[in-house]
T-cell receptor, first 116, second 115 residues
């Protein structure tokens, strides 16, 4: 069964600093992986997704993630944090890749705070 | 691209009262539809999913039920709300294509408070 683990429920960085949010996955088949962002009292917005094409995936708002099979990781990064990046971030994996209804397994989330 | 609507945006209901939350999808046909609940300070829990009209799969036993009366309409209901039903309810939709990625897109959510 597939699963994801997000390391660190809360990450705080200074404005302009590197953002690194960690995600490790477990999957018996080649995974499809996602990062979503959730701003307060809003739904989830897709940041980026990995679908077995390029291992470095670029998303919206300057975020990117690198798929590393050897480390079973899919960490999210952004070179320079902005105050507007403060939000909850969820890593997710599709539990079944080829059925008629793929179910997404979400990590527990990482709350990102930005210090002025 | 698809757009997902949810209403109401917020709802305050007394314990024991009924519930009906609605989700509608634009911009795609025959989507897979999902209901999630996000309790305060916790992650997302999948409640129900549907691959077609009248086809509902339940993930967890609970006080809630779901229905899909039309292709792009998904309803979450309860006959009698419990305090533990409070939370943020999210509807999601995806358009699965064989050999493709079943990416889920989310609605804006409904904040339910049961008093």
């Amino acid at each position: 069964a597939q699963s994801v683990t997000q390391l660190g429920s809360h990450v705080s960085v200074s404005e302009g600093a590197l953002v690194l949010l960690r995600c490790n996955y477990s999957s018996s088949v080649p995974p499809y992986l996602f990062w979503y962002v959730q701003y307060p009292n809003q739904g989830l917005q897709l940041l980026l997704k990995y679908t077995s094409a390029a291992t470095l995936v670029k998303g919206i708002n300057g975020f990117e993630a690198e798929f590393k099979k050897s480390e079973t990781s899919f960490h999210l990064t952004k070179p320079s944090a902005h105050m507007s990046d403060a939000a909850e971030y969820f890593c997710a994996v599709i539990s079944t890749g080829y059925s008629s209804a793929s179910k997404i397994i979400f990590g527990s989330g990482t709350r990102l705070s930005i210090r002025p | 691209s698809q757009t997902i609507h949810q209403w109401p945006a917020t709802l305050v209901q007394p314990v024991g009262s009924p519930l009906s939350l609605e989700c509608t999808v634009e911009g795609t046909s025959n989507p897979n539809l999902y209901w999630y609940r996000q309790a305060a300070g916790r992650g997302l829990q999948l409640l129900f999913y549907s691959v077609g009209i009248g086809q509902i799969s339940s993930e967890v036993p609970q006080n809630l039920s779901a229905s899909r009366p039309q292709d792009r309409q998904f309803i979450l209901s309860s006959k009698k709300l419990l305090l533990s039903d409070s939370g943020f309810y999210l509807c999601a939709a995806s358009s699965f294509r064989t050999g493709g990625t079943d990416t889920q897109y989310f609605g804006p959510g409904t904040r339910l408070t049961v008093l």
